[in-house]
T-cell receptor, first 118, second 115 residues
Framework: NAGVMQNPRHLVRRRGQEARLRCSPM?????VYWYRQLPEEGLKFMVY????????ESGMPKERFSAEFPKEGPSILRIQQVVRGDSAAYFC????????????????FGQGTRLTVV | AQSVTQLDSQVPVFEEAPVELRCNYS??????LFWYVQYPNQGLQLLLK??????LVKGINGFEAEFNKSQTSFHLRKPSVHISDTAEYFC?????????????FGTGTQLKVEL
């Protein structure tokens, strides 16, 4: 049973290019979360998606960042016109559906994509 | 809104010594609490979690944590560490009143185990 798969593991982009980060959740998981980890910092929530729906995007920067989780295929985090400040590790996590008060609470993390903007 | 504070950014300790990594949280509602470990260039692995019930929670790799509601703390402990425990440890909270598994993380504590 494969875990959460993220690719690529490492991504180098020049300033102004686009970065596409992919996340395939664990089998059977329909909920995906993206987090960003800046150097020397903890993980910061970015966005929470269900298939074909964005549930919570309160942590997403207002510009240049977008995320999707289509009916078929992986979730994609897209960063347009990257800048040096976008250099970070981006982690994806997935879980089963958890309703309010739900105790099915474990989110499983991928190994991350380390984005370097040069 | 919740927040998590991990006051110690680095904790050096000798092998076979005990260790405690501190975590305090702030929330206007009851929360679920978690500890994750991150080995170099890896993702996060769940060590243990507190949802309700007994305030002493046992996790993997010999770690345990104690939930203290009055002090809003969830400190992680291990009675005897091993070199392989060298890693970054993150405390996190989740608001159980909302759906989903959105987590709020602390800034992490780097545990360095020395011979």
């Amino acid at each position: 049973n494969a875990g959460v798969m993220q690719n690529p593991r490492h991504l180098v982009r020049r300033r102004g290019q686009e970065a596409r980060l992919r996340c395939s959740p664990m089998k059977g998981h329909s909920h995906v979360y993206w987090y960003r980890q800046l150097p020397e910092e903890g993980l910061k929530f970015m966005v929470y998606l269900q298939k074909e729906n964005i549930i919570d995007e309160s942590g997403m920067p207002k510009e240049r960042f977008s995320a999707e989780f289509p009916k078929e295929g992986p979730s994609i985090l897209r960063i347009q016109q990257v800048v040096r400040g976008d250099s970070a590790a981006y982690f994806c996590a997935s879980s089963l559906y958890t309703g309010a008060g739900g105790r099915n609470t474990e989110a499983f993390f991928g190994q991350g994509t380390r984005l370097t903007v040069v | 809104a919740q927040s998590v504070t991990q006051l110690d950014s680095q904790v050096p300790v000798f092998e076979e010594a005990p260790v405690e990594l501190r975590c305090n949280y702030s929330s206007s509602v009851s929360v679920y609490l978690f500890w994750y470990v991150q080995y170099p260039n890896q993702g996060l692995q769940l060590l243990l979690k507190y949802l309700s019930g007994s305030t002493l929670v046992k996790g993997i790799n010999g770690f345990e944590a104690e939930f203290n509601k009055s002090q809003t703390s969830f400190h992680l402990r291990k009675p005897s560490v091993h070199i392989s425990d060298t890693a970054e440890y993150f405390c996190a909270v989740r608001d159980p009143t909302g759906g989903g598994n959105k987590l709020t993380f602390g800034t992490g504590t780097q545990l360095k185990v020395e011979l």
